[in-house]
């Protein structure tokens, strides 16, 4: 009796459990670049992008000068969470956006998972096609990578 009695008991445990082929895949995560491209069209000026396990955290410059950090979500790209750091100071008009240097370096074969605006360039953490990691520092006015090394 009792061996009929635990595999009925398995069996209507597995009947119980819920069915994982229901639920529906993740949808693919936006680029560094597509991520910046919408914030700079919605009035931020994009300093730093950083790709996290849940989503990507961003410090910008909104329309009136203030330093903003922010959450973003990976797949709309809208903001999910903000804070005001105060306002920001001067910014080089001069200077590629931080999503022309992302396009430029992803229409190279590479992925960004980070890229920060620093006082003579900017500093990225990139992955290239065969899946090494470099962090490289990037010419402001160019895109070039002005050096890399591997991270």
């Known amino acids: 009796m009792t061996r009929l009695f635990v595999p009925a008991l398995a069996a209507l445990a597995l009947l119980t459990l819920p069915a994982r ?3 529906p895949p993740a949808a693919p995560w936006l680029s560094v670049a597509d991520i910046a491209t919408h914030l700079a069209e919605n009035g931020f000026r994009v ?3 950083d790709r996290e396990s849940d989503g990507f ?3 910008l410059i909104d329309r ?3 330093r903003v950090e922010a959450r973003v979500n990976p797949v709309t790209a809208e903001l999910v969470t903000t ?3 105060g306002r920001a100071g001067p910014v080089h008009e001069q200077w590629l956006t931080l999503a022309q240097v992302a396009r430029h370096l992803e229409g190279q074969g590479f992925t960004v998972r980070k890229i920060e605006t620093e006082a003579a360039g900017y ?3 990139l992955t290239d096609r065969a899946g090494a990691r470099t962090e490289a520092e990037i010419d402001p006015m160019t ?3 002005r050096s ?3 991270d």
Do not use: C, F, R
């Open 47 to 49: 300093m730093k992008l």
């Open 83 to 85: 804070k005001y750091e």
């Open 123 to 125: 500093e990225v953490d």
């Open 57 to 59: 955290e961003a410090d």
């Open 148 to 150: 890399s090394k591997p």
């Open 143 to 145: 895109g070039a990578i």
């Open 21 to 23: 082929a229901q639920t």
């Open 64 to 66: 009136q000068g203030n």
